[in-house]
């Protein structure tokens, strides 16, 4: 007798747990493509995840490339077969020709009071930060930067440089952008006489910044937001951003719902999220940019330390759709000499 219940015992308790597997294997996944460092050990990813699994009762993980670039090269490749409901990590650089693929559908957001340096008006894409490209450098080494753009250029015994690859990464593609806006038709110029300071290009921002922290070169394309991480992460204040008066090109990073997604209204519920003062609060010392939308709370001491650039300078997307391939090769070009 005894034995015959404590087999229905078992029998039970196999039951409960085969139910309670069931249950949690039947909460809709969120798959999410991003970049490393934002699903990385440091990045808003984590915490991202958690809270919003703690509203959606779903299951979100996250799908990596090493940049933006890198990020949208891969959606292309995979096309309408692919397994990301929601990006994260492309920009304004990205935005038109990402629009134009088809791949996305219209983000359904009330995107209102926003703190963008211009009002944003697109309805595929949400802006869930932004930042001001920069070269950054350690004035504990480097006494005296350049104190231009041009200064930067001109100077053949100018400090050595690390900088992102424009195919691969969205930083790379912004300084792309950065140049051409300064210099116009002259930019190819510009980076023939750059070139001989240039000491790698890399396919990504993590790899160049790693490079930089190393000392293999004076001097790194990053954000004037940059080192804030030095000084709220660290406590080091030496980690400065070259302030240029002919401007820096801003970054607006962006996220957005595909096409082809069987999660949409999921992918929307984060999509607001991502906007909400809850997620906002969290981006500015993880992700290390400033946020879409100002927490209530306002900005981290350590943002309040950088220096802020007197000019800002925004690419239009459209005209980056259409010039980028022209740019890239003009740029390739001007590298292989």
């Known amino acids: 007798m005894e034995d015959a219940m404590l087999r229905k015992l078992l029998a039970a308790l196999a039951l409960a747990t085969v139910?309670?597997?069931?249950?949690?294997?039947?909460?809709?996944?969120?798959?999410?493509?991003?970049?490393?460092?934002?699903?990385g050990e440091y990045g808003p990813g984590k915490p991202l995840q958690t809270a919003f699994e703690a509203k959606c009762n779903c299951k979100l993980t996250?799908?990596?490339?090493?940049?933006?670039?890198?990020?949208?090269?891969?959606?292309?490749?995979?096309?309408?077969?692919?397994?990301?409901?929601?990006?994260?990590?492309?920009?304004?650089?990205?935005?038109?020709?990402?629009?134009?693929?088809?791949?996305?559908?219209?983000?359904g957001v009330a995107a209102e009071k926003l703190s963008l340096p211009e009002p944003w008006t697109n309805k595929t894409f949400i802006p869930y930060d932004w930042g001001y490209f920069a070269f950054v450098y350690d004035s504990d080494k480097l006494k005296t930067p350049p104190a231009s753009l041009k200064d930067l250029v001109d100077d053949k015994n100018g400090p050595k440089l690390v900088i992102e690859d424009p195919r691969t990464s969205t930083p790379g593609l912004g300084l792309l952008a950065w140049m051409k806006a300064v210099y116009g038709d002259k930019a190819s110029d510009a980076w023939k006489s750059l070139k001989p300071r240039i000491v790698t290009v890399t396919s990504g921002w993590s790899e160049a910044y790693g490079l930089f922290l190393k000392g293999e070169a004076d001097m790194v394309l990053s954000y004037s937001t940059?080192?804030?991480?030095?000084?709220?992460?660290?406590?080091?204040?030496n980690y400065k951003a070259a302030m240029f008066p002919e401007g820096h090109q801003t970054q607006v990073e962006v996220a957005g719902v595909t096409a082809s997604s069987k999660q949409q209204?999921?992918?929307r519920q984060f999509l607001t999220f991502l906007i909400s003062d809850e997620a906002q609060s969290v981006l500015p010392e993880t992700n290390w940019m400033y946020p879409a939308r100002t927490p209530a709370a306002g900005l981290p001491e350590s943002f309040k330390a950088v220096a802020v650039p007197a000019k800002a300078l925004?690419?239009?997307?459209?005209?980056l759709a259409e010039n980028r391939k022209a740019w890239i090769d003009e740029w390739l070009a001007a590298m292989a000499k």
């Open 265 to 267: 209204e999921l992918g």
């Open 314 to 319: 925004m690419a239009d997307p459209a005209k």
């Open 226 to 237: 940059s080192p804030a991480y030095h000084i709220g992460a660290e406590k080091k204040t």
């Open 19 to 39: 139910a309670t597997t069931a249950s949690a294997d039947d909460k809709p996944v969120l798959t999410v493509y991003t970049y490393e460092s934002f699903s």
């Open 62 to 107: 996250y799908v990596t490339a090493d940049d933006g670039g890198a990020l949208f090269a891969k959606l292309k490749l995979e096309g309408a077969s692919t397994k990301a409901d929601v990006v994260v990590g492309l920009d304004d650089n990205l935005m038109g020709e990402a629009e134009k693929s088809g791949l996305f559908a219209p983000h």
